[in-house]
């Protein structure tokens, strides 16, 4: 794993796009996994400025898999994943829509062996980009959840659907079930790129990135993974023991070697 402490969310947002860019510049038939949420899109705000600015790649042959959908709400929901992530990013970056595959909400039954299938059709997710939330969670999967999990439904904690409350009217507009990708789906990707700024998720990054492996922390599993890359502003990495080290090897990494 490798731990990047930089000094602000615009400075995340550069690299990570940069990371994104050269990702697909190396193969114009990546796939990419896509989170929603406020900790990527400063990234997806950067992307859409470049693609409009005529400096990016082309996303043309671009797939894209969500990590996870809301249950319950009707197709086309302004709040649902596919829809935002069609919003805030793909439709901005002329990526086909039919080349955007999220979890299938309305046969939740079946929709996670089939979203496995799918990911694997299509060769495995090249780059995935992660969120982590202020109790360690990943994607959808809330602590306790199972380190070798794949695509299945679950029920919020009533934290996360406060947190998500924002997005909604009320808390009572947020839905109890999610489909969300498992820990062990996640960890097929061949690069996580996992993107966290603020004081409220400094605790939560420590037991991430220093912390012991455990599902108390389903961020932790990370620290399996053989292509890691934590994307931290001052904040996010203010309880970090080894945040001065993390600089050093950071500042020193040749510069045609990228994340």
Known sequence: MEVVPLATAADIAVLA????????????????????????LPTYQELIRRHREGTAPSYDEVRCFTLD??????????ESYR????????????????????????????????YEE??????????????????????FNEPGSSLASSTRIKTLTEQTRQDNARFFGSVDEVPRHVLTQGLGTI????????????AAKAEAIAAAVEGPLSA????????????????????????????????EVYAAKPEWQGL
């Open 216 to 247: 108390s922390c389903p961020a932790s599993v990370l620290q399996l993974h053989p292509h890691a890359s934590v994307l931290l502003d001052e904040a996010a990495a203010s309880g970090l023991a080894r945040a001065a080290h993390d600089r």
């Open 17 to 40: 796009a940069d990371t994104i860019e050269a990702q697909v510049r190396t193969n114009p038939r990546t796939v990419l996994g896509l989170a929603t949420g406020s900790s990527p």
């Open 83 to 114: 829809e935002t992530i069609f919003r805030e990013l793909t439709d901005e970056l002329g990526i086909p829509r039919d080349r955007v595959s999220s979890p299938d909400a309305s046969d939740p039954q079946h929709a996670g062996s089939r």
């Open 187 to 198: 960890l097929r990707a061949r690069h996580l790129l996992l993107v966290a700024t603020g």
């Open 118 to 139: 799918a990911i694997l059709a299509a060769g495995g997710v090249d780059l995935q980009v992660l969120g982590i939330g202020a109790d360690g969670h990943l994607a």
């Open 69 to 78: 959908e809301y249950v319950g709400l009707p197709a086309g929901h302004p």
